[in-house]
């Protein structure tokens, strides 16, 4: 059995690292003495631009910020031999938001997975819990290292509690002998108090200093130790800052003589060193919210006498009389507990015997045969493939139509088009696009759902699009909050998607008085239709006019500006074809489906081949790029993808989404074929979350929309051309469905 490790590793200095390796070594010896060879590897995580001297077993590195590393290793490790991988997670290491980087490594994999979880939060954010909810969801069994982490991960992240396996945090199987270890450290005559680890704020350890001088007034021999390096992070915002303040502490104290800092990064047989020279282990952490101390876990199995606060692992770890609690930054009971433990030594005695009893359960050795067994258990039954569907939809997984967030955007105005996540942000007032889009989108939830409401909103938009018409046609675009013109012609896209909106009104008007208005603005417009250049624009208008055929098919002079219009999007396609690039430009920019839609509803009313031959073709070359694994990714806005060159992965936005499935459907309307149906849901799926980083855009809260992803993670802002792009895509697919079932 081969198995892939994925995690920090040393030389990086990090407590997840240390960890990595101990497993790695306790599997791999494991495996070696049933006779397997060639059996393992480690996949590390390096911290931004750092590079490290890696041992042999790092066969591939990841930099934690750049995503493009965790594509690269989740293919080498698919190409590896290995049978299952594990991972071990921890929120910081990963790159992104919340570590929301690992999920396109661990959505590519192959193999079965394992994830050991080194931290769970009581209180997570949104994003917290949403990373930490697919990747569990995403792996055969999650491990554990402690009763209330199962707790937590059943009840706050919803992860099966059969899919759970508590192996608790391993310890080296070292021992040494007290006094010689004392002597060697030159503290003889001293009792020792001892703690280590990343120094940090959380870690509690003024609350020990403060306590100290009531401690030397009765045992002038004290001594306490504090070993390790302040963590990397608060370095990196805070420098030294709490070193100092500790340092500052000790000596306003006057304990110069009893207190020393130790700032290194020392190796487990020195530590354990230290462990067996200490008389009592301390663990003065500020709060309960720590699922698991693998510092404290050292000090149950090196058998030291160890005292702590009552944070979650330590109540597990120390009870049954294998430690003893003070409360979290009580210095005055802290004292008293220790001057009571040092004042007797048969107490201390008993506390350590139970404590090393105990810590011989846990030691490497032992954590290593459990995982074995779990990573044989995994492999055999294998990766649980999702069952086929008997239908192309699953209604069941989409959520309710809603117009709640749309209501909470609207004003008598207009739709604002910005957010700061679920509330509306005044500051950027309205813009044409999005009133253009909101009124195409109440118009098709009064069509297909007659949705009463969406009728009352529909005279919002059409009076915003009918106030920012120019007399020549045209239209402005941006308005502020305090209702002032912001431009004078706005874009020609947000012309066109006017002109597509307005064209929808008057093929499916809900009465005749919102008819007679979308009609005099429609075509008071009509004579600028020559004159665009843009070719999303074009497109736009093409959507529009074919809605207005539609339900007009004798208007020959319209259906000529249409001709024509598709002629210059064909025109635009021959000049930049070639044997492996079939689209209308030299790169794959934003808002793509909506060129191959365009050419797909003039291609049905024009039955000319050769749009319908471009149309065909372009949405074929755009589904190459986008629609790979089962998922839509679509051409993330950062860099895009140029021709010759390399696609971006991010900023992914949902209109990319929503002219996809739009596209779709059109594309099953011109063909009959019911495998764009099939593209259609899994395109809309993009919203829910089958995606590049397999998060819901969809807030199930607000029943809005996240703006996209980026780099980092979700935009949780949520405003009007993301909610809109979400429903307009919702109400496609039901129409979608409700087609597809007529014609089977």
Same mark, same amino acid.
């Given at each position: 059995?081969?198995?892939?490790?994925?995690?920090?590793?040393?030389?990086?200095?990090?407590?997840?690292?240390?960890?990595?390796?101990?497993?790695?070594?306790?599997?791999?010896?494991?495996?070696?003495?049933?006779?397997?060879?060639?059996?393992?590897?480690?996949?590390?995580?390096?911290?931004?631009d750092t590079h490290y001297d890696y041992p042999e077993e790092v066969k591939?590195?990841?930099?934690?910020?750049?995503?493009?590393?965790?594509?690269?290793?989740?293919?080498?490790?698919?190409?590896?031999?290995?049978?299952?991988?594990? &991972?071990?997670?921890?929120?910081?290491?990963?790159?992104?938001?919340?570590?929301?980087?690992?999920?396109?490594?661990?959505?590519?994999?192959?193999?079965?997975?394992?994830?050991?979880?080194?931290?769970?939060?009581?209180?997570?954010?949104?994003?917290?819990?949403?990373?930490?909810?697919?990747?569990?969801?995403?792996?055969?069994?999650?491990?554990?290292?402690?009763?209330?982490?199962?707790?937590?991960?059943?009840?706050?992240?919803?992860?099966?509690?059969?899919?759970?396996?508590?192996?608790?945090?391993?310890?080296?199987?070292?021992?040494?002998?007290?006094?010689?270890?004392?002597?060697?450290?030159?503290?003889?005559?001293?009792?020792?108090?001892?703690?280590?680890?990343?120094?940090?704020?959380?870690?509690?350890?003024?609350?020990?200093?403060?306590?100290?001088?009531?401690?030397?007034?009765?045992?002038?021999? $004290?001594?306490?130790?504090?070993?390790?390096?302040?963590?990397?992070?608060?370095?990196?915002?805070?420098?030294?800052?709490?070193?100092?303040?500790?340092?500052?502490?000790?000596?306003?104290?006057?304990?110069?003589?009893?207190?020393?800092?130790?700032?290194?990064?020392?190796?487990?047989?020195?530590?354990?060193?230290?462990?067996?020279?200490?008389?009592?282990?301390?663990?003065?952490y500020l709060n309960e919210a720590q699922i698991t101390s693998g510092t404290?876990?050292?000090?149950?199995?090196?058998?030291?006498?160890?005292?702590?606060?009552?944070?979650?692992?330590?109540?597990?770890?120390?009870?049954?009389?294998?430690?003893?609690?003070?409360?979290?930054?009580?210095?005055?009971? &802290?004292?008293?507990?220790?001057?009571?433990?040092?004042?007797?030594?048969?107490?201390?005695?008993?506390?350590?015997?139970?404590?090393?009893?105990?810590?011989?359960?846990?030691?490497?050795?032992?954590?290593?045969?459990?995982?074995?067994?779990?990573?044989?258990?995994?492999?055999?039954?294998?990766?649980?493939?999702?069952?086929?569907?008997?239908? *192309?939809?699953?209604?069941?997984?989409?959520?309710?139509?809603?117009?709640?967030?749309?209501?909470?955007?609207?004003?008598?105005?207009?739709?604002?088009?910005?957010?700061?996540?679920?509330?509306?942000?005044?500051?950027?007032?309205?813009?044409?696009?999005?009133?253009?889009?909101?009124? &195409?989108?109440?118009?098709?939830?009064?069509?297909?759902?007659?949705?009463?409401?969406?009728?009352?909103?529909?005279? *919002?938009?059409?009076?915003?699009?009918?106030?920012?018409?120019? +007399?020549?046609?045209?239209?402005?675009?941006?308005?502020?909050?305090?209702?002032?013109?912001?431009?004078?012609?706005?874009?020609?896209?947000?012309?066109?998607?006017?002109?597509?909106?307005?064209?929808?009104?008057?093929? =499916?008007?809900?009465?005749?008085?919102?008819?007679?208005?979308?009609?005099? $603005?429609?075509?008071?417009?009509?004579?600028?239709?020559?004159?665009?250049?843009?070719?999303?624009?074009?497109?736009?208008?093409?959507?529009? $006019?074919?809605?207005?055929?539609?339900?007009?098919?004798?208007d020959d002079s319209m259906m000529e500006r249409m001709r024509n219009m598709?002629?210059?999007?064909?025109?635009?396609?021959?000049?930049?074809?070639?044997?492996?690039?079939?689209?209308?430009?030299?790169?794959?920019?934003?808002?793509?489906?909506?060129?191959?839609?365009?050419?797909?509803?003039?291609?049905?009313?024009?039955?000319?081949?050769?749009?319908?031959?471009?149309?065909?073709?372009?949405?074929?070359?755009?589904?190459?790029?986008?629609?790979?694994?089962?998922?839509?990714?679509?051409?993330?806005?950062? +860099?895009?993808?140029?021709?010759?060159?390399?696609?971006?992965?991010?900023?992914?936005?949902?209109?990319?989404?929503?002219?996809?499935?739009?596209? =779709?459907?059109?594309?099953?309307?011109?063909?009959?074929?019911?495998?764009?149906?099939?593209?259609? =849901?899994?395109?809309?799926?993009?919203?829910?979350?089958?995606?590049?980083?397999?998060?819901?855009?969809?807030?199930?809260?607000?029943?809005?929309?996240?703006?996209?992803?980026?780099?980092?993670?979700?935009?949780?802002?949520?405003?009007?051309?993301?909610?809109?792009?979400?429903?307009?895509?919702?109400?496609?697919?039901?129409?979608?469905?409700?087609?597809?079932?007529?014609?089977?």
């Amino acid at each position: 059995m081969k198995i892939a490790f994925i995690g920090t590793y040393p030389p990086r200095e990090c407590g997840i690292g240390t960890f990595t390796r101990n497993l790695f070594n306790s599997v791999i010896n494991k495996d070696k003495e049933a006779g397997s060879r060639d059996n393992g590897f480690v996949v590390a995580l390096n911290d931004f631009d750092t590079h490290y001297d890696y041992p042999e077993e790092v066969k591939t590195t990841i930099n934690q910020e750049r995503l493009e590393d965790y594509i690269k290793a989740s293919k080498y490790i698919n190409l590896s031999g290995a049978d299952v991988c594990i &991972l071990e997670h921890e929120f910081g290491i990963f790159g992104g938001q919340d570590g929301v980087n690992i999920l396109p490594l661990l959505h590519r994999l192959d193999i079965p997975l394992i994830v050991t979880l080194h931290t769970i939060l009581k209180n997570p954010t949104y994003n917290q819990k949403a990373v930490l909810e697919q990747i569990c969801s995403m792996a055969q069994k999650v491990v554990v290292m402690s009763n209330r982490a199962i707790e937590f991960a059943t009840e706050i992240y919803n992860v099966p509690a059969e899919k759970i396996a508590l192996i608790e945090h391993g310890v080296p199987d070292l021992h040494y002998n007290s006094e010689k270890s004392k002597k060697e450290f030159k503290l003889e005559h001293k009792k020792v108090l001892f703690t280590f680890g990343f120094i940090g704020r959380n870690k509690g350890i003024e609350t020990v200093i403060k306590a100290l001088p009531e401690v030397v007034k009765k045992h002038p021999e $004290v001594i306490y130790l504090v070993q390790g390096k302040t963590h990397p992070n608060v370095l990196r915002h805070s420098g030294e800052e709490y070193r100092i303040f500790l340092n500052r502490t000790v000596k306003r104290l006057g304990l110069e003589q009893n207190v020393v800092f130790l700032n290194e990064f020392i190796e487990v047989e020195c530590l354990f060193k230290y462990l067996s020279a200490a008389d009592i282990y301390i663990t003065p952490y500020l709060n309960e919210a720590q699922i698991t101390s693998g510092t404290l876990s050292y000090a149950i199995g090196a058998g030291t006498a160890a005292i702590s606060t009552p944070y979650w692992h330590a109540q597990e770890l120390l009870a049954d009389g294998r430690g003893r609690f003070f409360d979290f930054n009580d210095e005055k009971a &802290l004292s008293a507990l220790l001057i009571e433990l040092l004042d007797n030594p048969d107490m201390l005695a008993t506390i350590k015997k139970k404590a090393l009893s105990y810590g011989k359960k846990i030691t490497w050795p032992k954590t290593g045969d459990k995982y074995v067994k779990l990573a044989k258990t995994v492999v055999k039954n294998g990766i649980v493939k999702a069952k086929n569907k008997d239908t *192309i939809f699953d209604l069941l997984i989409i959520p309710p139509f809603s117009l709640t967030h749309i209501n909470r955007l609207t004003d008598d105005t207009g739709i604002i088009q910005h957010a700061k996540f679920g509330i509306p942000n005044l500051k950027e007032g309205y813009c044409l696009d999005d009133n253009a889009r909101a009124l &195409l989108m109440v118009l098709m939830a009064h069509n297909q759902l007659k949705d009463i409401h969406a009728l009352e909103l529909s005279p *919002i938009y059409l009076s915003y699009v009918h106030y920012l018409q120019n +007399k020549d046609g045209t239209f402005r675009n941006f308005l502020s909050f305090s209702r002032e013109f912001l431009d004078e012609v706005g874009s020609e896209d947000s012309f066109g998607r006017t002109i597509w909106a307005l064209g929808y009104l008057l093929g =499916y008007a809900p009465n005749d008085a919102y008819y007679q208005t979308g009609k005099e $603005v429609f075509f008071n417009a009509v004579p600028n239709f020559e004159k665009l250049q843009s070719i999303r624009g074009i497109a736009n208008t093409i959507i529009g $006019v074919c809605h207005y055929l539609k339900s007009h098919p004798n208007d020959d002079s319209m259906m000529e500006r249409m001709r024509n219009m598709a002629k210059k999007l064909t025109t635009h396609y021959k000049e930049n074809e070639s044997d492996n690039w079939k689209w209308f430009e030299s790169q794959l920019s934003y808002d793509n489906g909506i060129l191959p839609l365009a050419m797909l509803h003039a291609a049905e009313l024009l039955n000319d081949s050769k749009v319908t031959e471009i149309a065909l073709s372009s949405m074929e070359f755009l589904t190459l790029h986008t629609l790979k694994n089962n998922y839509l990714s679509v051409i993330g806005n950062e +860099k895009w993808f140029k021709k010759d060159g390399e696609r971006s992965v991010f900023a992914q936005q949902p209109i990319d989404a929503m002219a996809m499935v739009l596209m =779709y459907h059109q594309a099953f309307h011109v063909t009959k074929n019911t495998e764009y149906l099939d593209k259609l =849901y899994t395109s809309f799926l993009w919203f829910l979350g089958e995606n590049d980083l397999r998060l819901s855009l969809y807030d199930f809260e607000t029943k809005g929309c996240c703006d996209g992803f980026e780099s980092f993670g979700i935009n949780r802002n949520q405003g009007a051309e993301s909610s809109l792009a979400y429903l307009i895509s919702h109400l496609t697919v039901l129409k979608a469905y409700e087609e597809f079932h007529k014609s089977s």
